[in-house]
């Protein structure tokens, strides 16, 4: 139950205009970038695609080729460009499901820190150049929990880090560790344990909804001040999982986080969803444009508004199409 699958299903497919190139590639080798990789002591970034994938086509032509991304790539990694259709069974190895999915691998082929979708450049850019400072933590995080298994805040931080990576397996484990030795939230690491149990479900390509509706309300209950600035995502996240089944609810719920966490990060996302909601399931686009221009309006910083002006070119085509739609229904 991605949000991208949930509020965003305003996506329209994309034209191929014509890969630009820029990086130095390797195609579809993957023993031959790790053996690079080995030889030049950097870390793989494999991007994976397909040739109908119009998003990927899209980070291709215009977040790989701008300068800035393709210098810090060609310079800082092994690059491996690998279609998804021709080797599924690679593909099943790391987990691949939506594309495009960008992965950064050690040349063992350990992923440490993984972007699924589209990113412009610049934030793109600033994603990949964490990459290497974050395999280092993790290392070192290793090691620190290793000497000291009661180290609450370093499984903590390492759990983060594995789920950035995409090992999801891995990162729960720490954080089911890091709720063990906090408990009762005395140092304020459970409910953030917690959070991040729920959302990882709820981000997966096939989430135990019971598992997150718990995950999620152990949050509430052990920050009912929202005093570590959860308890408003928390609930974003148990109205997402409303939506397909009671949006009316759904809506209710988005609304009160809106009115009880004014200007909070939750907040920013409930208004995007209402907005999501209002065009998906309503057909109601003004109404939606409405909201999404209120979230850029009172909320410009915030990661959802900087989504609106796309969202709004998408609206207005969704609802030029319902037009023309209803003009040829009254024309029969």
């Known amino acids: 139950m991605r949000v991208a699958m949930i509020a965003l299903g305003l996506v329209l497919g994309l034209t191929r205009l014509g890969f630009a190139g820029g990086l130095d590639w390797i195609e579809n080798d993957y023993d031959k970038a790790l053996a690079k990789a080995k030889e030049s002591g950097k870390l793989v970034h494999v991007h994976w695609g397909a ?36 080797y599924g069974q690679l593909a099943e190895k790391f987990h691949v499901g939506g594309i495009p999915d960008t992965q950064f691998l050690t040349a063992e082929g350990r992923v440490v820190k993984r972007i699924v979708g589209y990113l412009p450049a610049e934030d793109f850019l600033a994603a990949v150049k964490t990459v290497p400072e974050s395999w280092k933590k993790i290392q070192d ?11 609450g805040a370093s499984r903590l931080e390492l759990a983060k880090l594995l789920g950035d990576a995409g090992d ?13 030795i906090d408990k009762d ?7 953030e344990a917690w959070w991040l149990l729920g959302d990882a479900q709820l981000s997966s390509d096939e989430p135990d909804i019971a598992i997150a509706k718990e995950a999620l309300g ?11 600035g959860r308890v408003d995502n928390a609930a974003v996240k148990l109205a997402e ?24 990060d939750g907040a920013g996302e409930a208004m ?37 002006p796309d969202v709004l070119k998408q609206l207005e085509m969704m609802k030029n199409k319902k037009d023309g739609g209803d003009d040829k229904e009254e024309g029969k």
């Open 51 to 86: 040739d109908w994938c119009g998003w990927c086509h899209k980070l291709e032509d215009e977040t790989l080729s701008a300068d800035a991304v393709r210098e810090f790539m060609n310079s800082t990694f092994v690059n491996l460009k690998i279609d998804k259709d021709k």
């Open 141 to 151: 995080l290793e090691a620190s929990v290793a000497k000291d298994d009661k180290d």
């Open 168 to 180: 999801a397996e891995a990162a729960a484990k720490q954080l089911h560790l890091v709720i063990e």
């Open 185 to 191: 939230n005395a140092k304020g690491l459970a409910v």
């Open 218 to 228: 152990k949050v509430v209950a052990l920050d009912p001040k929202n005093e570590k």
């Open 241 to 264: 999982i409303l939506l397909e089944s009671n949006p009316k609810d759904a809506k209710a719920a988005l609304e009160k986080v809106v009115a009880d966490y004014p200007k909070s």
């Open 272 to 308: 995007f969803m209402i907005g999501a909601a209002m065009a998906n399931t309503d057909s109601d686009f003004d109404g939606a444009a409405a909201m999404f221009k209120k979230l850029a309006a009172e909320m410009p910083d915030d990661p959802w508004a900087k989504r609106v």
